[in-house]
Nanobody, 115 residues
Framework: QVQLVESGGGLVQPGGSLRLSCAAS????????MNWYRQAPGKQRDFVAS???????GYADSVTGRFTISKDNSKNTMYLQMNNLKPEDTAVYYC?????????WGRGTQVTVSS
């Protein structure tokens, strides 16, 4: 079992920045990739960014150049630095961890980009 807790969401103006955190606990030694997804109202949950256990990163086209995923293994925490935020980034952001073939999810943190 892996437990994931997101934090760092909030209300920000267009062009602003936020940093999301995902704290992992439990049986994390065999976790492979960790990922961020987001879900806007009435829409499906979409991939945002990923980081492998070796540090290889990947991004959705819509956030490339604006978002940066990272992790601190000593703290078992993953981050998502979000810069130049746009109204279309408004969504609930979810942390995901993949362990063998099992997906674990956090409860999400709301990000609202509005003036």
């Amino acid at each position: 079992q892996v437990q994931l807790v997101e934090s760092g969401g909030g209300l920000v103006q267009p062009g602003g920045s936020l940093r999301l955190s995902c704290a992992a606990s439990g049986s994390i030694s065999s976790v492979g990739s960790m990922n961020w997804y987001r879900q806007a109202p009435g829409k499906q949950r979409d991939f945002v960014a990923s980081i492998s256990r070796y540090g290889t990163t990947g991004y959705a086209d819509s956030v490339t150049g604006r978002f940066t995923i990272s992790k601190d293994n000593s703290k078992n925490t993953m981050y998502l630095q979000m810069n130049n935020l746009k109204p279309e980034d408004t969504a609930v952001y979810y942390c995901n961890a993949v362990q063998v073939s099992i997906n674990y999810w956090g409860r999400g943190t709301q990000v609202t980009v509005s003036s």
